[in-house]
C-alpha cells in the first residue's frame, strides 16, 4: 500500500490508550476465505463505509464490507464523537464565491441533514451512545471573535434556519462554561455521542441486514474482471459489479491510483481526563455537558462527558514518530491546563491521535471514480466525518443503485477533488499552513 505517513501512524500504537477502547472492544470479523462474488464491495468500515453498507443492504443489495483491521479502526472508532455540522474547510464565502450562493445554502442543507442522518440512525436502530449536549457551542477565544461571532449569529438563521444563542463574556460562568473565554454563540443543531458504539451499532444493524462484513481483509489492489472488478486481500478475493472507497485518511494512493494525491492525512489528537468529582468540576466552574470548540484555527474541541470525565482534542504532529507524539502529548496536555487550571492535578490516562482528511479544495467529495465505471468514492470531511462520513454513505448507497439522492447533494460535494501539489511529498504543504493558522491564533 502506498501510505504517505510513517508506517507507525497506521499501526496499533496511537490507539493503545483509546478511551473508546476500553468501553467497546473490537468483536470478531473473520478474513475473507477464498474467492466469493458480491453485487457492491466497499473498502473500510468507518462511518462512511458501514453506512453505505447498510443503506445498500436494507434496500436488498447483496454487500460486502473489507477493513484492513476490523470496523470502526479507523477514525471513526478514535475521534472526539462530535455529531455537528461541518464537513468542508473551506468557509460559506468561499463556497459562495466557486459556486454561488444557492449552491451554499443547498450546502448548509446537507450539513445539517448529515447531522439529522446521525440522529435519525441512533433513533431508528436504538443505540444507546452515551448521548448528550444541546447542539454545539463555539468559545471565542478572543474579545474581537465573540464581537465576529455574535454579527454573524444571523448566518447561523440564514444557513440552518435555527435560532442561535448568544452568550455574553459575563454569563459564561452561570452557563458553567469558565475557561478564560470572552463569550460565545450555541447553534442547537447536534449533539456528542461515543464514536465506537455508535459505529458498532452501524456494524451490526448492516450485518443483521445481510451485509458480509470482513475484518484483517486489506484490500491490495482492483483490477477489472469480466465488466466489474475484482478486489484482491492476502487470503481472499471479492468479484464486485461495484465497488466503494471508504477509506478516508488511511487511504492509499494506489487504492485505486485516482486516488493519489487528492486526499491529504492529518493527525488529530485527544486526551481524556479520570471521571472527576462535583467538587472539581465546581472549582474550575465548567458544569456544562454541551459539546465545545474554541474560534482558533487550530481549534481545541472539548466535552464533559457524562461520567465526567473531560475530552480534550486539537490538531496532532506534522509527522509521527516517538517523539513527535510525546511532544504533541505533552502540548495538549500544557493547553488543557491553560484552559483550566483548576484541574492541573487531574490525571489524564487516556492520549490517542488518529487521521482526519483535507482535500485541496477543502471540500469534502462524495461521488464516481472518474475513468472506473461503478466506482464510488467518499472521502475528506475536514474532521466532521461523525455526520458528514455517515451521510456521504446514504449518498453513494444511492448513486450505486443509479438513484439521484433523495437528499441534498449540493455542488461542493459533487466536485472532483484536484490533486495536492508535491506528490507523496505533500505533508510538507502543512507546516506553512499551520504557521499561518497559529499566527492567525495569536
Ligand atoms: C482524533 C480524532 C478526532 C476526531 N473528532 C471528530 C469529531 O469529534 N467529530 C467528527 O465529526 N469527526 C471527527 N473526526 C473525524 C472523523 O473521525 C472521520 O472523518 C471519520 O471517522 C471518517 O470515517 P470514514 O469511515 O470515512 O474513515 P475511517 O473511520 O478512518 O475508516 C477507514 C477504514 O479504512 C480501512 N482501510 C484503509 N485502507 C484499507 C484497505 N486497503 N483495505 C481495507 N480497509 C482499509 C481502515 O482500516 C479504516 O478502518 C476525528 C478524527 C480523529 C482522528
New binding site residues.
Given amino acids: 500500500?502506498k501510505h504517505i505517513w510513517e508506517p507507525a501512524a497506521y499501526g496499533p500504537e496511537p490507539i493503545r490508550d483509546c478511551w473508546w477502547a476500553d468501553t467497546v472492544t473490537p468483536g470478531d470479523w473473520p478474513a475473507l476465505e477464498g474467492d466469493t462474488t458480491t453485487d457492491v464491495a466497499i473498502?473500510?468500515?468507518?462511518?462512511?463505509?458501514l453506512s453505505a453498507a447498510l443503506h445498500l443492504a436494507e434496500a436488498g443489495i447483496n454487500v460486502t464490507v473489507?477493513?484492513?483491521?476490523h470496523?470502526?479502526?479507523?477514525?471513526?472508532?478514535?475521534?472526539?464523537?462530535?455529531?455537528?455540522l461541518?464537513g468542508a474547510k473551506a468557509s460559506h464565502d468561499e463556497i459562495a464565491k466557486k459556486f454561488g450562493k444557492s449552491e451554499m445554502y443547498e450546502y448548509a442543507k446537507a450539513e445539517r441533514a448529515a447531522v439529522e442522518t446521525v440522529g435519525h440512525l441512533v433513533d431508528r436502530l436504538d443505540l444507546d451512545v452515551d448521548r448528550h449536549s444541546d447542539g454545539e457551542t463555539m468559545l471565542a477565544h478572543r474579545p474581537k471573535d465573540f464581537e465576529h461571532m455574535r454579527k454573524r449569529a444571523g448566518h447561523i438563521k440564514e444557513l440552518y434556519g435555527v435560532e442561535p444563542t448568544v452568550i455574553p463574556p459575563e454569563e459564561l460562568t452561570q452557563a458553567g462554561l469558565n475557561g478564560g473565554f470572552h463569550g460565545a454563540v450555541t447553534n442547537p443543531l447536534g449533539f456528542a455521542l461515543n464514536?465506537r458504539k455508535y459505529a458498532r451499532g452501524l456494524a451490526h444493524a448492516a450485518r443483521d441486514a445481510g451485509a458480509a462484513i470482513h475484518g484483517h481483509?486489506?484490500?491490495?489492489s482492483i483490477e477489472p474482471d469480466q465488466g466489474g472488478y475484482r478486489l484482491h486481500t492476502a487470503s481472499g478475493s471479492v468479484r464486485a459489479k461495484k465497488f466503494i472507497i471508504?477509506?478516508?485518511?488511511?487511504?492509499?494512493d494506489n487504492?485505486p491510483p485516482w486516488m493519489a494525491a487528492r486526499y491529504l492525512p492529518t493527525q488529530?489528537?485527544?486526551i481524556v481526563t479520570r471521571p472527576m468529582t462535583q467538587e472539581e468540576l465546581t472549582a474550575q466552574g465548567w458544569t456544562s455537558y454541551q459539546m465545545c470548540f474554541d474560534s482558533r484555527h487550530l481549534l481545541h474541541?472539548f466535552r464533559l462527558m457524562p461520567d465526567n470525565r473531560m475530552l480534550f482534542?486539537m490538531r496532532g504532529g506534522l509527522s509521527h514518530t516517538e517523539n513527535t507524539e510525546a511532544a504533541i502529548k505533552k502540548k495538549i496536555r500544557a493547553d488543557f491546563d491553560a484552559m483550566f487550571p483548576a484541574w492541573r492535578h487531574v490525571e489524564t490516562p487516556h492520549y490517542?491521535?488518529?487521521?482526519?482528511?483535507i482535500s485541496r479544495d477543502l471540500l469534502p467529495y462524495a461521488g464516481p471514480i472518474p475513468g472506473m465505471e461503478g466506482g464510488f468514492a467518499?472521502?475528506a470531511?475536514h474532521?466532521?466525518?461523525?455526520?458528514?462520513?455517515s451521510y456521504s454513505g446514504t449518498i453513494l448507497a444511492d448513486l450505486v443503485q443509479g438513484k439521484t439522492p433523495a437528499t441534498p447533494y449540493p455542488a461542493p460535494m459533487r466536485h472532483t477533488p484536484r490533486r495536492f501539489p508535491l506528490g507523496r511529498f505533500r505533508r510538507l504543504l502543512m507546516r506553512p499552513a499551520y504557521l499561518q493558522y497559529a499566527l492567525h491564533d495569536l
Fill in positions: 500500500m473498502v473500510g468500515a468507518g462511518f462512511t463505509g473489507l477493513d484492513a483491521q470496523p470502526f479502526w479507523g477514525a471513526s472508532g478514535r475521534n472526539g464523537g462530535f455529531n455537528c461541518g464514536p481483509s486489506a484490500v491490495t471508504a477509506t478516508n485518511g488511511y487511504s492509499s487504492l488529530s489528537s485527544v474541541y482534542g490517542w491521535s488518529g487521521f482526519v482528511c467518499a472521502f470531511y474532521g466532521n466525518g461523525v455526520s458528514m462520513g
